[in-house]
């Protein structure tokens, strides 16, 4: 049971990157206003084009391959750890998304967010020792 704390920080740390990945995916794909979604009418090609793009798209597979890795890990967790202290450990995916978010993303954090991810850790921490 040693590798149950780097287990659960690995499954967190995978769905954040997870999550990375594919919003990197979603920028290369197309301009993020759903444009998979709405195809070009039959015999256009602009539909044609961003489903290429997708299929061609390495970071769409990084971050599928990364959230399939934390589920398998969340998945063995679970088989040894307590479901209520599994799935709040998990919430530690939104602290590294943020910390994602401003260090690689170079998005604003402002200091409600990080209040936000103080009450998370706080949280977490309470539930682990509880």
Do not use: Q
């Not at 969340?74 to 530690?92: D, E, H």
Request: proline share 4%; net charge positive; glycine share 14%.
């Amino acid at each position: 049971m040693m590798w149950t704390v780097p287990g659960l920080l690995g499954m967190t740390l995978l769905a954040a990157f997870g999550s990375y990945f594919l919003k990197l995916a979603a920028e290369k794909i197309g301009s993020g206003d759903l444009e998979l979604v709405e195809c070009a009418p039959v015999g256009g090609r602009r539909g044609l084009v961003l489903v290429k793009r997708a299929f061609l798209c390495p970071s769409l597979y990084l971050g599928g391959g990364l959230y399939v890795g934390s589920a398998v890990l969340n998945y063995l967790l679970l088989k040894v750890l307590p479901y209520s202290l599994v799935v709040p450990v998990g919430s530690l995916c939104y602290v590294w998304a943020v910390l994602i978010a401003h260090f690689l993303l170079h998005e604003n954090v402002g200091r409600l967010k990080v209040l936000g991810l103080c009450l998370v850790v706080i949280g977490v921490v309470g539930v682990s020792l509880g």
